[in-house]
């Protein structure tokens, strides 16, 4: 299977960023997932290979549902570098198939489903060590000017 590491979002790469705290993908968060996401390119996914902590408890020994809407929106959200776009998640869609234990190896899957304009719609799951789906997601991403958007904190930032 070939794949290549792809960073989360690269704050060495702007001026005023100097780490990432995202809460799924931040290296530098200490309260964050860690996530780490590879590229594979057989299947043009983002794929990353993870256990849920006991502090992702939702119910008895199974993740919070708002951890597994994280985990995909974030397998998604990373599917549109394949398109060079900073996009920002405008509507998601969880089906919670089966519980999603916690301890327990998992995979989780972003691909794109098709591109209208600025509209990225893209498709993710949640798969346990036999394969089986436990949740599955879908996701409308606006590509967005992040200079423009952002361009108030920045800003700031500079000021500081």
Not at 14 to 22: D, M, Q, T
Not at 93 to 102: A, G, R
Not at 155 to 160: G, H, I, Q, S
Request: net charge positive.
């Amino acid at each position: 299977m070939a794949k290549r590491r792809v960073p989360g979002h690269d704050p060495s790469k702007h001026p005023v960023l100097r780490r990432n705290l995202c809460f799924a993908c931040g290296k530098d968060n200490p309260h964050g997932m860690h996530l780490k996401f590879f590229y594979h390119a057989e299947t043009e996914s983002f794929v990353a290979r993870f256990k849920l902590a006991q502090r992702y408890w939702g119910p008895p020994k199974h993740a919070h549902g708002g951890i597994i809407a994280t985990v995909l929106d974030e397998a998604m959200g990373k599917v549109n570098k394949l398109k060079h776009v900073i996009a920002l998640t405008r509507e998601m869609t969880v089906e919670y198939l089966k519980p999603v234990p916690l301890h327990k190896p998992l995979v989780v899957e972003g691909r794109s489903k098709y591109i209208r304009g600025r509209r990225h719609v893209n498709e993710g799951e949640i798969r346990n060590e036999k394969g089986e789906v436990l949740a599955r997601g879908r996701a409308v991403f606006v590509a967005i000017d992040p200079h423009k958007m952002f361009a108030k904190y920045l800003k700031r930032a500079t000021r500081r």
